[in-house]
């Protein structure tokens, strides 16, 4: 089962612009909630990464927004600019002794900036 | 410093053969992973191992088998290929330790599988 959905599945943003991508989970249980950047021909890398504590959290232009009572967390890319177009994941894991760090992943937006 | 590799880059298999993945890491990393990406489908974990001499199934484990050969090493097998294998193929690597699950995870750069 999906355990993370995420949308859109692809975007084109012009560059300037505000890039926003969706994930919804059903895991109540899950508590951290990363997001990977994965450009073409090369494996994903950690983008940035938030723990249900807090609301949000900003690295440089990229947030991630999270509302624990909607199941939802979302990344914005301010400014967007055409290096940024690459393949976005988000993903879900839940922390415990018993845990070994697996990550359920969304299924990807590919996202194109526009020059 | 490497990080993660993969061998090979790219492989054609006929139903039926078998083949070795190949994952090494030079990090001194705890944890490795095997997923698979297909489109539409993100990243789905197929195999993994918490630390040396453990592997513990993912979510689509079926046609697969690995060997934690070492810290350092961590291979697939299709033991019989079919079309249905036909994807791109990660290994990553984490720091995880038992009870610190929330490590950063490093991906190599992907073995692309076409199964004929």
């Known amino acids: 089962q999906q355990q993370v959905k995420q949308s859109p599945q692809s975007l084109i943003v012009q560059k300037g612009g505000i890039s926003i991508i969706n994930c919804a989970y059903e895991?109540?249980?899950?508590?951290?909630f990363p997001w990977y950047q994965q450009f073409p021909g090369k494996g994903p890398a950690l983008l940035i990464a938030?723990?249900?504590?807090?609301s949000e959290k900003k690295e440089g232009r990229f947030t991630i927004s999270f509302n624990k009572s909607a199941k939802q967390f979302s990344l914005h890319i301010m400014d967007s600019q055409p290096g940024d177009s690459a393949t976005y994941f988000c993903?879900?894991?839940?922390?415990?002794?018993?845990?070994?760090?697996?990550?359920?992943f969304g299924q990807g937006t590919t996202l194109q900036v526009k020059p | 410093n490497a990080g993660v590799t993969q061998t090979p880059k790219f492989q054609v298999l006929k139903t039926g053969q078998s083949m070795t993945l190949q994952c090494a890491q030079d990090?001194?990393?705890?944890?490795m992973y095997w997923y698979r990406q297909d489109p539409g489908m993100g990243l789905r974990l197929i195999y993994y191992?918490?630390?040396?001499?453990?592997?513990d199934k993912g979510e689509v484990p079926n046609g697969y088998n690995v060997s934690r050969l070492n810290k350092r090493e961590f291979s697939l097998r299709l033991e019989s290929a079919a079309p249905s294998q036909t994807s791109v193929y990660f290994c990553?690597?984490?720091?995880?330790?038992?009870?610190?699950?929330?490590?950063?995870?490093?991906f190599g750069p992907g073995t692309r599988l076409l199964v004929l």
């Open positions: 191992s918490a630390s040396e001499g453990t592997t």
């Open positions: 990553a690597s984490s720091e995880t330790e038992t009870g610190h699950p929330q490590e950063t995870q490093y």
């Open positions: 990090m001194n990393h705890n944890s």
């Open positions: 993903a879900a894991s839940i922390n415990g002794s018993s845990n070994t760090g697996k990550l359920i």
């Open positions: 938030i723990r249900p504590d807090v």
């Open positions: 895991n109540t249980a899950f508590d951290y």
